[in-house]
């Protein structure tokens, strides 16, 4: 659902949300203003293409990320170069071959391949290059602004998270099944996934004993296999990284509840389903975005205490709190985040997603995020009596 239909459903819906978007607006005069000096004065905001546009979209979801990107900056006029992550490159050369078919003219996409960096690095430095649009690490964005200032582009970012997931204490029998879902999508390859979750102290080993036994069971193998729950990484790297950063945790206090190893046996990359228990966000685990399925339990004291440990982080791109509306709306509301969702979220192509601090700058979807493809331009017309 997420990886194809819901991306062309997104891509056609944006069309939709253009067309309802005015490329002109009026601006307010005051009618003093507007007919000073003997003069009727027009003004007008105008909605202008950026240019050209360098957009790069992450592995974990190609063709969503990709069309995100692609249909917006096609849609207000602007040229695109599409480059794909190199450990997945095949959508996006199918989006380029679809392009060509559709007889889009040649220079308006262009998709660009490479095992290296070297073509990326040019994306987003070269003069004639007008915004570049990323998903992907916190690191890699920094790396891509700099590249970026000496021309002053416009760069649109969407970077890595810890989001963290507050279970109230009457919606606790919800924190089994809530961690068991970051598991399962993508086998945690997702920046918005809840790898932070946090519950009453008071109850902390109860829910640990219940997830230790849901995680347990997930079937972790081939994804070709309908029974599997879990799939493989990327990637060996992304493997070690996970195995790394279990061990950082384990030599900071942090008890692994269950999984915590590399599956080498299984023939692919996969790490085990792993629950660790932490004391406090001091823990490495609690502050690095692994991109795997692990996931770090941490108990408080009260909600003031909560709401300290969810922003204590660099990240700020997605959070949530479960519970009842009435107590959770005024927590989520102090959560510094791009996106915070109660009780459930609205991942639909209307609603616009972004981070805050490090994990990133502008929005994608919605109409905010075609307007990221757009520069305004305010045009002034006199008129004389």
Request: hydrophobic fraction near 45%.
């Given at each position: 659902?997420?990886?194809?239909?819901?991306?062309?459903?997104?891509?056609?819906?944006?069309?939709?949300?253009?067309?309802?978007?005015?490329?002109?607006?009026?601006?307010?005069?005051?009618?003093?203003?507007?007919?000073?000096?003997?003069?009727?004065?027009?003004?007008?905001?105008?909605?202008?293409?950026?240019?050209?546009?360098?957009?790069?979209?992450?592995?974990?979801?190609?063709?969503?990320?990709?069309?995100?990107?692609?249909?917006?900056?096609?849609?207000?006029?602007?040229?695109?170069?599409?480059?794909?992550?190199?450990?997945?490159?095949?959508?996006?050369?199918?989006?380029?071959?679809?392009?060509?078919?559709?007889?889009?003219?040649?220079?308006?996409?262009?998709?660009?391949?490479?095992?290296?960096?070297?073509?990326?690095?040019?994306?987003?430095?070269?003069?004639?290059?007008?915004?570049?649009?990323?998903?992907?690490?916190?690191?890699?964005?920094?790396?891509?602004?700099?590249?970026?200032?000496?021309?002053?582009?416009?760069?649109?970012?969407?970077?890595?998270?810890?989001?963290?997931?507050?279970?109230?204490?009457?919606?606790?029998?919800?924190?089994?099944?809530?961690?068991?879902?970051?598991?399962?999508?993508?086998?945690?390859?997702?920046?918005?996934?809840?790898?932070?979750?946090?519950?009453?102290?008071?109850?902390?080993?109860?829910?640990?004993?219940?997830?230790?036994?849901?995680?347990?069971?997930?079937?972790?193998?081939?994804?070709?296999?309908?029974?599997?729950?879990?799939?493989?990484?990327?990637?060996?790297?992304?493997?070690?990284?996970?195995?790394?950063?279990?061990?950082?945790?384990?030599?900071?206090?942090?008890?692994?509840?269950?999984?915590?190893?590399?599956?080498?046996?299984?023939?692919?990359?996969?790490?085990?389903?792993?629950?660790?228990?932490?004391?406090?966000?001091?823990?490495?685990?609690?502050?690095?975005?692994?991109?795997?399925?692990?996931v770090s339990v941490i108990g408080y004291r009260d909600l003031d205490h909560a709401v300290a440990l969810?922003?204590?982080?660099?990240?700020?791109?997605?959070?949530?709190?479960?519970?009842?509306?009435?107590?959770?709306?005024?927590?989520?509301?102090?959560?510094?985040?791009?996106?915070?969702?109660?009780?459930?979220?609205?991942?639909?192509?209307?609603?616009?997603?972004?981070?805050?601090?490090?994990?990133?700058?502008?929005?994608?979807?919605?109409?905010?995020?075609?307007?990221?493809?757009?520069?305004?331009?305010?045009?002034?017309?006199?008129?004389?009596?």
């Amino acid at each position: 659902m997420v990886q194809v239909p819901g991306a062309l459903d997104h891509a056609r819906t944006a069309i939709r949300i253009h067309a309802s978007m005015p490329a002109e607006e009026h601006n307010p005069i005051p009618l003093e203003d507007l007919v000073a000096g003997g003069a009727v004065t027009t003004s007008v905001l105008s909605w202008e293409p950026l240019g050209v546009v360098s957009a790069m979209p992450s592995y974990n979801t190609p063709l969503f990320l990709a069309l995100w990107k692609l249909v917006p900056a096609l849609l207000t006029g602007n040229t695109v170069v599409l480059r794909p992550s190199p450990l997945a490159p095949l959508t996006v050369l199918a989006i380029g071959a679809a392009a060509e078919e559709a007889g889009i003219p040649p220079g308006v996409v262009n998709v660009v391949v490479e095992g290296g960096t070297a073509g990326a690095e040019l994306m987003t430095s070269a003069p004639q290059v007008d915004a570049v649009s990323f998903t992907g690490s916190n690191a890699i964005g920094a790396k891509i602004m700099a590249q970026a200032a000496p021309t002053l582009k416009r760069v649109m970012l969407e970077l890595g998270g810890k989001s963290a997931a507050i279970y109230l204490p009457e919606a606790l029998d919800r924190a089994a099944a809530g961690i068991t879902l970051v598991m399962r999508a993508m086998a945690g390859q997702g920046c918005v996934l809840q790898t932070r979750v946090l519950v009453p102290e008071a109850s902390k080993q109860e829910v640990l004993s219940e997830v230790a036994d849901q995680v347990a069971a997930l079937r972790l193998g081939d994804p070709r296999d309908p029974a599997t729950e879990v799939g493989p990484l990327i990637s060996e790297a992304q493997v070690a990284r996970c195995a790394e950063h279990v061990a950082g945790a384990r030599a900071h206090g942090g008890r692994v509840v269950v999984g915590g190893r590399a599956r080498p046996e299984l023939g692919g990359h996969y790490f085990e389903p792993t629950v660790v228990d932490l004391d406090d966000t001091a823990n490495p685990l609690a502050q690095q975005e692994t991109f795997g399925p692990v996931v770090s339990v941490i108990g408080y004291r009260d909600l003031d205490h909560a709401v300290a440990l969810a922003n204590d982080t660099v990240y700020g791109l997605s959070g949530a709190v479960y519970g009842p509306a009435d107590k959770a709306l005024p927590i989520a509301r102090r959560i510094r985040s791009g996106a915070v969702l109660v009780n459930g979220g609205y991942f639909g192509p209307f609603a616009s997603s972004g981070g805050w601090r490090h994990s990133g700058e502008w929005r994608e979807r919605g109409r905010e995020g075609i307007r990221a493809y757009q520069q305004p331009q305010h045009v002034t017309a006199v008129s004389f009596q």
